[in-house]
C-alpha cells in the first residue's frame, strides 16, 4: 500500500465549478500535512498547509481527519489558471521534514 | 533572491555513460533533498542531506546512484553506469530549519533521458 494515496484523475470542470480531491495517508504517526500544486513541466510548489482545525485561503479550503487519515482540498469558483496537478504531501518525522508526495491529481478546467 | 538552481535542464546521454547533475540551494537552507519524477512512480525520495550531512539515503535504487554535498551551497548527484530506466525529471530541493510545516524550495528540475 502507498504511504499517500490520490485519485490521479483528470478531473475535467467548466469554470466556476467546484471540485474536491481527496487523499489519504497510511502512517498513523505523520505529523504534518500539505497540499503542492505542479504545473506541466514545471517544479512543485507548496500550495497550502493542513491544520487539523481546516483552513482557507482564497477559493482553496483544506481538511484534515486524522481519525480516517484522510486529507481534502476544496477549490471553489474554478479558473483556467487552477489547471495543473496537485500533489497531497505528508511529513512523518517532525525532526527532518522529510515529505512524502503522492502520485497528484490533474484538475483540467476548461472554458 | 534566487530560488534553487540545477543544472543542466536537459541531459541525454548514452547508456552506460556518466551523468552528473548539480545543484545550488538557498542560500541558508539547512535541508537539501534529492528527488526523482516519472509517469509511474511519481515524486520519489532519493536522499536528503542536513548541514552538508546525508541523513537518508534509503531511496537510492542502487550503488550506481551516489550524492555528495561537499559545502552548503553545493551537491552533485551522480549515476554511473546511466541506463535507460532512469530516465526521469531530477529535483533538487531545498529546505530552512525552523517552525512546522517545512516549505520545501524546489528546482527546475534537470529531465534526463539516456538512450
Known amino acids: 500500500r502507498k504511504e499517500v494515496e490520490q485519485d490521479p484523475g483528470p478531473f475535467n470542470v467548466p469554470e466556476g465549478a467546484t471540485v474536491a480531491f481527496n487523499c489519504t495517508y497510511s502512517?498513523?504517526?505523520?505529523?504534518?500535512f500539505f497540499w503542492y500544486r505542479q504545473d506541466c513541466r514545471k517544479e512543485p510548489k507548496l500550495l497550502m498547509s493542513v491544520y487539523s482545525s481546516g483552513n482557507e485561503d482564497g477559493r482553496f479550503t483544506a481538511q484534515l481527519n486524522r481519525a480516517s487519515q484522510y486529507i481534502s482540498l476544496l477549490i471553489r469558483d474554478s479558473k483556467l489558471s487552477d489547471s495543473a496537478t496537485y500533489l497531497c504531501v505528508v511529513n512523518i518525522d517532525y525532526n527532518t521534514g522529510k515529505l512524502i508526495f503522492g502520485q497528484g491529481t490533474t484538475l483540467q478546467v476548461k472554458p | 533572491d534566487a530560488g534553487v538552481i540545477q543544472s543542466p535542464r536537459h541531459e541525454v546521454t548514452e547508456m552506460g555513460q556518466e551523468v552528473t547533475l548539480r545543484c545550488k540551494p538557498i542560500s541558508g537552507h539547512d535541508y537539501l533533498f534529492w528527488y526523482r519524477q516519472t509517469m509511474m512512480r511519481g515524486l520519489e525520495l532519493l536522499i536528503y542531506?542536513?548541514?552538508?550531512?546525508?541523513?537518508?539515503d534509503s531511496g537510492m535504487p542502487e550503488d550506481r546512484f551516489s550524492a555528495k554535498m561537499p559545502n552548503a551551497s553545493f551537491s552533485t548527484l551522480k549515476i554511473q553506469p546511466s541506463e535507460p530506466r532512469d530516465s526521469a525529471v531530477y529535483f533538487c530541493?531545498?529546505?530552512?530549519?525552523?517552525?512546522?510545516?517545512?516549505?520545501?524550495?524546489f528546482g527546475p528540475g534537470t529531465r534526463l533521458t539516456v538512450t
Open positions: 502512517n498513523s504517526a505523520s505529523q504534518s
Open positions: 542531506f542536513n548541514n552538508n550531512v546525508p541523513i537518508d
Open positions: 530541493a531545498s529546505s530552512p530549519r525552523g517552525q512546522v510545516p517545512y516549505e520545501q524550495y
